[in-house]
């Protein structure tokens, strides 16, 4: 198991790390993208940053989704109690105000985990929010994406190719979550997540944790669409 996220980390260091800021038009408009943390590093000997987060999203949508998750329009922080905030568009965002909420202790985790994008929850709970607790957490949120947060990415234009039981992402995520090596820091925020599968894997996320790990095939394919995805950066960047 380990040997295959070793290899994974390995084969993806061929591509550039993108940091915050940097335009989204120079992404791709499908794939997979793989998140790192700073002073979160692989546990395969030396110092490379390990992989916290594996997502993909639906057609043509993976620009939109990076950009929900570092926040681009920031005039979504222009919420009310009839709108929701932008940790509603991205998990991603929920899980770490979720983190930061009982690391404080903060009774707001409560109201925090209601999604407020149905317009039934907007209606029902919308009085108990506190519309200026949650732009700060918001804040601090992006905050944190923008300065540790980085990421790779590799082009798959096939939407059945990235999700569901014949897609890669479920089985990248397997990879990862089931090396015993890449472990947490005693400093990772995500050790005061709510959510127990984040405490235990060490990834900012809960789906596809026990998922069957890539086979010699898939890694084939995965180095493929690597040199691919290269290509494909050399050539419009």
């Given at each position: 198991m380990s040997k295959k996220c070793r290899w994974l980390h390995e084969a993806?260091?061929?591509?550039?790390?993108?940091?915050?800021?940097?335009?989204?038009?120079?992404?791709?408009?499908?794939?997979?993208?793989?998140?790192?943390?700073?002073?979160e590093f692989w546990g395969h000997n030396g110092d490379l940053l390990r992989i916290v987060r594996?997502?993909?999203?639906?057609?043509?949508?993976?620009?939109?989704?990076?950009a929900e998750h570092f926040l681009f329009k920031e005039n979504k922080m222009n919420f009310d109690k009839n709108r929701p905030k932008p940790s509603d568009r991205s998990i991603f965002r929920k899980n770490i105000g979720r983190a930061l909420l009982n690391r404080?202790?903060?009774?707001?985790?409560?109201?925090?985990?209601?999604?407020?994008?149905?317009?039934?929850?907007?209606?029902?709970?919308?009085?108990?929010?506190?519309?200026?607790?949650?732009?700060?957490?918001?804040?601090?949120i992006t905050e944190i994406l923008r300065k540790k947060f980085s990421f790779r990415f590799i082009i798959i234009e096939r939407e059945e190719e990235r999700i569901g039981t014949k897609g890669l992402e479920s089985k990248l995520i397997g990879t990862?979550?089931?090396?015993?090596?890449?472990?947490?820091?005693?400093?990772?925020?995500?050790?005061?997540?709510?959510?127990?599968?984040?405490?235990?894997?060490?990834?900012?996320l809960k789906q596809h944790l026990n998922a069957s790990e890539i086979d010699e095939k898939d890694m084939v394919k995965i180095e493929t669409l690597i040199q691919k995805t290269k290509k494909w950066i050399e050539a419009n960047w």
């Open positions: 993806l260091e061929v591509l550039p790390l993108i940091r915050y800021p940097f335009k989204l038009d120079m992404l791709p408009k499908n794939g997979i993208y793989f998140f790192y943390e700073d002073g594996i997502g993909t999203h639906r057609s043509d949508n993976f620009r939109n989704r990076i404080d202790n903060d009774p707001y985790l409560e109201i925090w985990e209601i999604d407020f994008l149905p317009k039934e929850n907007r209606i029902k709970y919308g009085h108990l929010r506190d519309i200026e607790k949650e732009k700060l957490v918001e804040s601090r990862v979550a089931r090396c015993k090596k890449c472990r947490p820091s005693e400093s990772w925020l995500g050790r005061y997540s709510p959510v127990q599968e984040i405490r235990n894997s060490g990834l900012w």
